[in-house]
T-cell receptor
Framework: AQKITQTQPGMFVQEKEAVTLDCTYD???????LFWYKQPSSGEMIFLIY??????QNATEGRYSLNFQKARKSANLVISASQLGDSAMYFC??????????????FGKGTKLSVIP | EADIYQTPRYLVIGTGKKITLECSQT?????MYWYQQDPGMELHLIHY???????EKGDLSSESTVSRIRTEHFPLTLESARPSHTSQYLC????????????FGDGTRLSIL
């Protein structure tokens, strides 16, 4: 079984500051992928960044970077230079083999980020 | 930007009605998914498909059904809606490959009175 844990229900960050959103995971699969999604109040899910379990370097996409620590089973999202538009729910998700034997996404409970002007 | 569309965006309807939530994508993706999400909570997979005539149940048990007659279309149906079905339903699609992200539609917010 796979599990994603996001321990921060809510976070506040000052505009233009950096913020780290925590994500830890548990899986027995040797091969897996980690994704971060952003969900604004309008409800859609926006893909931000991906990290594969065999990737040697931490993933980066513009202002988003992923602090991947495989031994600690953590994949924290770092947002640099926060903007007001970053205020949203952020979900960490893992793709690995599910109980059905297929590769599906398991989501964490999310972290609500609020950017303060 | 992903081209996946869900209709309706919002639906408020009475108990006992038959409901079909539409989902279409123009990317030619074989893999499609339906998730259920209660307000402020995580997403739970309720159905998925690997291609035409392929449908599987997800980890969360659901009274809904799906069909996949065309690659681009993956509708979800509730035969008799109940208040417990009130939730947001999100459709997604992806290419094959473990590193391929799922692209989501805007979701349908369903309220059963």
């Amino acid at each position: 079984a796979q599990k994603i844990t996001q321990t921060q229900p809510g976070m506040f960050v000052q505009e233009k500051e950096a913020v780290t959103l925590d994500c830890t995971y548990d899986t027995s699969d040797p091969s897996y992928g980690l994704f971060w999604y952003k969900q604004p109040s309008s409800g859609e899910m926006i893909f931000l960044i991906y990290q594969g379990s065999y990737d040697q370097q931490n993933a980066t996409e513009g202002r988003y970077s992923l602090n991947f620590q495989k031994a600690r089973k953590s994949a924290n999202l770092v947002i640099s230079a926060s903007q007001l538009g970053d205020s949203a729910m952020y979900f960490c998700a893992m793709r690995g083999r599910s109980g059905a034997g297929s590769y599906q996404l398991t989501f964490g409970k999310g972290t609500k980020l609020s950017v303060i002007p | 930007e992903a081209d996946i569309y869900q209709t309706p965006r919002y639906l408020v309807i009475g108990t006992g009605k038959k409901i079909t939530l539409e989902c279409s994508q123009t990317m030619g993706h074989d893999k499609m998914y339906w998730y259920q999400q209660d307000p402020g909570m995580e997403l739970h997979l309720i159905h998925y498909s690997y291609g035409v005539n392929s449908t599987e149940k997800g980890d969360l048990s659901s009274e809904s059904t799906v069909s996949r007659i065309r690659t681009e279309h993956f509708p979800l149906t509730l035969e008799s809606a109940r208040p417990s079905h009130t939730s947001q339903y999100l459709c997604a699609s992806s290419e094959w490959g473990q590193d391929q992200p799922q692209h989501f539609g805007d979701g349908t917010r369903l309220s059963i009175l």
